[in-house]
């Protein structure tokens, strides 16, 4: 069965893009939207700008009232709002702690049909063991209890790649020889992660390919690409960059296209699945 989570985060978007061109179509500008329903000139904003946890069905109701729209249309944006508002995971309910996730990366993780990833240094969260997350966890400055509660908000992402009701996501990774090299925990911690990728990149929703010292410098050299697409063609494709201290959302189209075009080239610079396969069966009984 699905996860009723799964959709939600790209239906609360596609909501919000629904409602800003309903608006437009009636013809109101954003102030006269707002003052038509005595509210304060931000919350539209916020709305139109997908800033909002969960969607108010009566708020929304009242905005289809003001713009016009057909019973067809009502119930198009009654069914977004129903799947938007599904309780989603990732969303920290105790206000007294740092959150795991400060933006909608998980969501969008969640509900992609296709997710394209390029780390230069780090394996892909989706990819690591548990023993590799509690070592990269421990070089940060974060808290034990904060450590100890992203570890368990990856191992949950993870679960995407075991879906069976059809929604597993289609998984380009492409990771650096650097990334293996390492010493971190003990041997066995490390040759284990290794047989880890070897056998995932076996799943047939999954394509790993392998960037080596030997192949000289690439594309991709200072990147770190997270690139998601989705089921539907009117949910337009997102990035996210990732750094140590913050992730930045992409979303224009054009920045977006140039990103995949970078994936691109970083992809063909690397190892074919087989050969990369071939390369961590290896590494896996002769790493030191």
Do not use: C
């Not at 590799?132 to 974060?142: I, N, S, T």
């Not at 089921?231 to 750094?243: A, K, M, T």
């Amino acid at each position: 069965m699905t996860d009723k989570s799964y959709g939600a985060t790209v239906a609360k978007r596609r909501l919000a893009r629904r409602l800003t061109g309903l608006r437009v179509r009636s013809g109101l500008s954003l102030n006269e939207a707002a003052d038509k329903l005595g509210w304060n000139r931000g919350r539209l904003n916020r709305f139109e700008a997908n800033q909002w946890r969960q969607p108010d069905p009566s708020l929304v109701r009242d905005l289809a009232r003001i713009y016009g729209t057909s019973e067809a249309e009502r119930e198009d944006l009654e069914d977004l709002v129903t799947r938007s508002r599904a309780r989603l995971w990732w969303h920290e309910p105790d206000k007294d702690m740092d959150k795991v996730f400060s933006n909608e990366f998980a969501g969008f993780e969640n509900d992609a049909a296709r997710i394209s990833v390029y780390m230069p240094l780090v394996l892909p969260g989706l990819l690591q063991t548990r023993a590799y997350m509690e070592a990269l966890l421990a070089a940060g400055p974060w808290s034990p209890r904060w450590r100890e509660r992203a570890l368990e908000a990856r191992l949950r992402r993870q679960q995407i790649l075991d879906r069976a009701d059809g929604t597993v996501p289609r998984l380009v990774a492409v990771i650096t020889e650097a990334s293996l090299m390492y010493r971190w925990g003990s041997l066995e911690d490390r040759r284990a992660q290794v047989a880890h990728l070897a056998a995932i990149s076996r799943r047939p929703s999954v394509e790993l390919r392998l960037l080596r010292f030997a192949g000289g410098p690439h594309p991709g050299m200072s990147s770190l690409i997270d690139i998601f697409d989705f089921p539907d063609d009117e949910d337009p494709s997102i990035v996210y960059l990732e750094n140590d201290t913050d992730i930045q959302e992409v979303t224009k189209a054009s920045e977006v296209d140039a990103y995949r075009a970078t994936f691109a080239r970083i992809r063909e610079a690397a190892l074919a699945p087989a050969a990369t396969r071939t390369y961590l069966d290896t590494l896996s009984q002769t790493q030191e």
